[in-house]
C-alpha cells in the first residue's frame, strides 16, 4: 500500500430521516428499495468501484437492518439451494462478501462531523473516503469515488470536498464553496466553505455533494469543533477549522447525483434506473409513454 492509498470507507447512516417519514419510523431510509436493491447498496458498490475493500457504517439504535443485510445467512442460503434456487442463494452470498463491513453505532445524533467522528477507531492513521447513505450517483466510466480518490493522490494526501455545480438558488441547500483557484480541469483549491450560506451571500454556485476524502488529521479538528448549526457538529465546520493550517480541495465529479433522503430526489434515481437496466427499460418506457401529462 502507498502512501495516498484509500481503502477505507465510512458511510453514515445514524439520520433520523425525518423528511421520509412515516416510513423512517420502522425501515432505515438507507434501506429503501430503487427498483430491487436498497440505496445503500448502489453507495457501497460505488466505494468497491472506487478501489475500497473495508467499509464502516455508522448506524443508530433501530437500523439493525442494515447489519443484518450485509451479513452472511447460512440458513437462509441453504433453504434457496434446497428449493432449486441456486441463484438467488449465490446473489445473497455475495452480498456479504463484497467488501469487508464494520459497524458502530452513534448513540446521540450530533450531526454528520460527530457521526464521522464515530470512525476514529477505524480508521486509525490511514486515508478514507466518507460517501452520506442517502446519495446515490449513477455513472458510465469512472466511479465519482474513484474519481475522487485520484484527486486525493494527485494533491498528495490532501482533503477532497466532491460536489458539483447547482442551481444558484439551491446552494442555500448545501455546503458552498469559496474557491481559489482552478488546478484543472475538475480541481479547484479552496479559501473557504460555508454551510448552507443565504442565496445573496453564496461566493459560487459549486456545492458539496455527500463525499469527501479524507486523511487521518481530520479527526483532530472534528474533536474540536464547537456545535454549529442545528446546535450539530457539522463535517464542513471541522473542515473549515482544517483549513486555516492546510490546503484543502474540491473536486467536481461526473455522475449524476440524486439526493434519496429528498421524495423527488428518490423518485428521480428509481426511474433513471428503471430506464438503465436491460430487463426493465423496454417495457417501463412502453409504461412511461402511456401516461398522458
Ligand atoms: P441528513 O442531513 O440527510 O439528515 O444527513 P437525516 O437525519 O438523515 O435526514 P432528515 O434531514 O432528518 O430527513 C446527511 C447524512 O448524515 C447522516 C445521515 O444518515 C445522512 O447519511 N447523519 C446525520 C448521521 O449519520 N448522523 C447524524 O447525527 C446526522
Known amino acids: 500500500m502507498t502512501k495516498y492509498d484509500v481503502k477505507r470507507a465510512v458511510i453514515p447512516c445514524a439520520g433520523r430521516g425525518t423528511r421520509f417519514l412515516p416510513v423512517t419510523k420502522g425501515t432505515p431510509k438507507e434501506m429503501c428499495p430503487i427498483v430491487d436493491k436498497p440505496t445503500l447498496d448502489y453507495i457501497v458498490d460505488e466505494c468497491i468501484d472506487g478501489g475500497v475493500s473495508d467499509i464502516l457504517f455508522i448506524l443508530s439504535e433501530g437500523k439493525e437492518d442494515i447489519k443484518r443485510y450485509y451479513s452472511l445467512d447460512k440458513e437462509y442460503e441453504k433453504e434457496l439451494i434446497e428449493k432449486g434456487k441456486e441463484e438467488f442463494a449465490s446473489l445473497i452470498n455475495k452480498l456479504a462478501s463484497k467488501a469487508r463491513f464494520h459497524f458502530t453505532i452513534q448513540h446521540e445524533l450530533l450531526g454528520l462531523g460527530h457521526a464521522v467522528l464515530q470512525a476514529k477507531e477505524f480508521v486509525k492513521d490511514e486515508n478514507f473516503i466518507v460517501c452520506c447513505g442517502d446519495d446515490i450517483c449513477l455513472y458510465d466510466d469512472l466511479a465519482p469515488s474513484k474519481q475522487l480518490i485520484e484527486a486525493f493522490k494527485e494533491t498528495k494526501g490532501h482533503t477532497i470536498v466532491g460536489g458539483q455545480k447547482v442551481e444558484h438558488e439551491m446552494i442555500s441547500k448545501y455546503g458552498c ?43 483532530e479538528y472534528l474533536e474540536k469543533t464547537p456545535k454549529g448549526a442545528n446546535e450539530e457538529i457539522q463535517l464542513t465546520d471541522a473542515i473549515a477549522l482544517l483549513m486555516k493550517d492546510d490546503r484543502v480541495y474540491f473536486y467536481d465529479f461526473v455522475g449524476k447525483r440524486y439526493d434519496c433522503g429528498d421524495k423527488l430526489g428518490y423518485l428521480e434515481a428509481i426511474v433513471d434506473v428503471a430506464l438503465k437496466r436491460d430487463d426493465l427499460k423496454d417495457s417501463f418506457k412502453e409504461f412511461l409513454k402511456e401516461k398522458k401529462f
Not at 469559496?178 to 454551510?195: C, P, Q, T
Not at 453564496?202 to 479524507?214: C, E, H, I, P, R
Open 177 to 219: 464553496m469559496d474557491i481559489d483557484s482552478k488546478i484543472n480541469d475538475r480541481l479547484y483549491s479552496l479559501k473557504g466553505i460555508v454551510e448552507k450560506p443565504r442565496v445573496e451571500e453564496a461566493t459560487s454556485d459549486f456545492a458539496s455533494l455527500g463525499k469527501w476524502v479524507f486523511n487521518s488529521k481530520i479527526f
